[in-house]
């Protein structure tokens, strides 16, 4: 009863999500629409505007010009019949037929002049009017259209603080100009009141969709809810049959890129190999002391330590293998190998989403290299501010470099080694790690000296070559950690 209850529950909130999602997706869609198709049915209507006022104002001049009259000063014949034609011109839009001199852009004529003569007080000629992105006055607007072998002047021009549309011709060999002014409120209002019914009937359509969708996903959801749980038992049961497979191809191309790294170092040897032994034993020894430590954590950290130097990656040759002692450019740039190994694990798991063994690896790639005193690198973290992964692989991986031998310095021998690694106990290296080393230092010491056979005596008998300055600037740079 509980889970079917659950059921419905789950159910009931996929509907409400669903139907939220589809209305949310509609109407977004629907404002999209509606706001594009308003600026597009806006910019037809004022070129219908402007069309209309062209052919308007070419009809008055036809009119005028027909019988020769070439005087319209106020007071003329002219006159009269030029404010006839503005009071009985009907312009769309809610527009007016204006007229004005040419010399000076003074009012002649407009089609409320008798009611209200302080129209008379308008200069239209001398405000700007914007089209195409220049900003003349009207009256040099009309110069450059009849130099242009243009026969109307059109743009926008604020009068009275209201915008209008302006469209304004030049009557031949008189001195006046015929204007049209269109409210580019009413144009753009036009637009509104045209598109408004048509967003009634999508909002209709809407929540028809809606509906009809609700009903059909209730339909489908009662049909296949069965089917849907026994697919996802197969589904579980055939994830576990895959978990071993992709545990082990995880592993497969964590060798790789470790591998890839390690390549790049032709003096590392087996290294990677060597540190995940080196890790499993003190983490191994600590584990005595440490619950958390279990023994799936140890074998994770044993595959993570073998990323803690994939940031060598980016670091160039001429710094990575150089036999000399690097400059300081040099080794601020061999540091950058934590940072870029942190970035690069960082990368993956962002892509691969929250992964407990990928922030292992980003936490030892990151902060190998802190010195339990805090004089280490990148953070200078101390103490237990470093993340225990990290404080581990630190040891094992300076006690590799130090029984390494590599161009610039011979191998130093295990109680060498350990006598210098005690001699940082509580300064570079966590206490707790150095002392689980002496406790298991034996193990270390045979993985060692496996490598070089009965060299490794050699090593023992000869130990004042480990105080030449060549191998002591080595064993410097070992403990800067680079």
């Given at each position: 009863?509980?889970?079917a209850?659950?059921r419905?529950k ?34 037809s ?16 001049a ?12 106020p ?5 009269e ?19 004005l001199?040419?010399?000076t852009?003074a009012?002649?004529c407009?089609?409320?002049l ?9 200069s ?6 914007v ?12 110069n450059?259209?009849?130099?242009n072998?243009e026969?109307?002047?059109s ?19 008189t001195?006046?100009?015929l204007l ?18 048509l967003?009634?009937?999508g ?41 071993q ?28 190999g ?23 954590y140890?074998?994770e950290?044993?595959?993570a ?5 994939v940031?060598?990656?980016?670091i ?8 000399s ?17 942190a970035?690069?694990?960082?990368s993956i ?5 929250d ?12 902060s ?15 103490g ?12 094992a ?6 029984t ?13 080694a350990?006598?210098?690694i ?20 034996a ?5 060692s ?10 090593c023992?008998d ?21």
């Amino acid at each position: 009863n509980l889970a079917a209850l659950m059921r419905i529950k789950r159910r009931e909130l996929l509907l409400i999500l669903l139907v939220a999602s589809q209305f949310g997706c509609i109407a977004l869609g629907l404002v999209w629409g509606a706001s594009w198709l308003h600026k597009w049915l806006a910019q037809s209507f004022e070129l219908r505007a402007l069309a209309e006022a062209h052919a308007t104002t070419q009809q008055v001049a036809v009119r005028l010009t027909r019988d020769g009259t070439k005087n319209f000063e106020p007071g003329t014949a002219g006159w009269e019949r030029l404010q006839s034609l503005c009071e009985r011109t009907t312009v769309p839009y809610d527009g007016h037929l204006w007229a004005l001199r040419r010399d000076t852009g003074a009012l002649i004529c407009h089609p409320n002049l008798h009611e209200d003569p302080s129209l008379l007080r308008y200069s239209l000629g001398r405000l700007p009017i914007v089209s195409s992105g220049r900003a003349p006055t009207l009256l040099e607007a009309i110069n450059d259209a009849e130099a242009n072998d243009e026969e109307i002047a059109s743009g926008t021009i604020i009068v009275d603080g209201a915008l209008q549309l302006a469209s304004a011709v030049s009557l031949p060999g008189t001195n006046t100009v015929l204007l049209i002014l269109q409210p580019y409120a009413h144009i753009a209002q036009a637009a509104t009141d045209f598109i408004a019914p048509l967003e009634q009937i999508g909002w209709i359509f809407s929540f028809g969709v809606v509906g009809a969708t609700t009903v059909l996903t209730v339909v489908l959801i009662n049909r296949y809810e069965d089917t849907l749980a026994q697919s996802n038992a197969e589904l579980e049961r055939k994830v576990q049959r895959r978990t071993q497979s992709l545990l082990s191809t995880r592993n497969a191309v964590i060798f790789a890129l470790a591998k890839l790294a390690e390549s790049r170092d032709k003096d590392t040897g087996e290294h990677l190999g060597r540190i995940r032994s080196y890790v499993t034993i003190l983490a191994g020894e600590l584990a005595r002391s440490h619950k958390e430590i279990t023994h799936q954590y140890v074998a994770e950290l044993a595959i993570a330590s073998s990323l803690h130097d994939v940031g060598k990656v980016g670091i160039p040759d001429s710094v990575l293998l150089k036999p000399s002692r690097l400059t300081a450019a040099e080794r601020r740039a061999m540091q950058l190998h934590t940072q870029l190994g942190a970035e690069c694990l960082a990368s993956i798991q962002k892509q691969l989403g929250d992964d407990d063994f990928l922030e292992l690896a980003r936490e030892i790639a990151y902060s190998h290299h802190e010195h339990w005193d805090g004089s280490g690198y990148p953070c200078g973290l101390q103490g237990r501010q470093i993340p225990l992964p990290a404080r581990i692989v630190a040891l094992a991986d300076v006690y590799d470099a130090l029984t390494s031998a590599r161009p610039y310095k011979r191998p130093m021998s295990h109680a060498a080694a350990r006598e210098w690694i005690a001699s940082r106990y509580g300064s570079q290296f966590d206490p707790e790690v150095v002392e689980a080393f002496i406790g298991r230092e034996a193990e270390f010491r045979r993985i060692s000296e496996a490598r070089f056979g009965s060299a490794a005596s050699e090593c023992d008998d000869s130990e004042s070559t480990a105080d030449s300055p060549a191998n002591e600037e080595a064993i410097a740079a070992i403990a800067a950690g680079i």
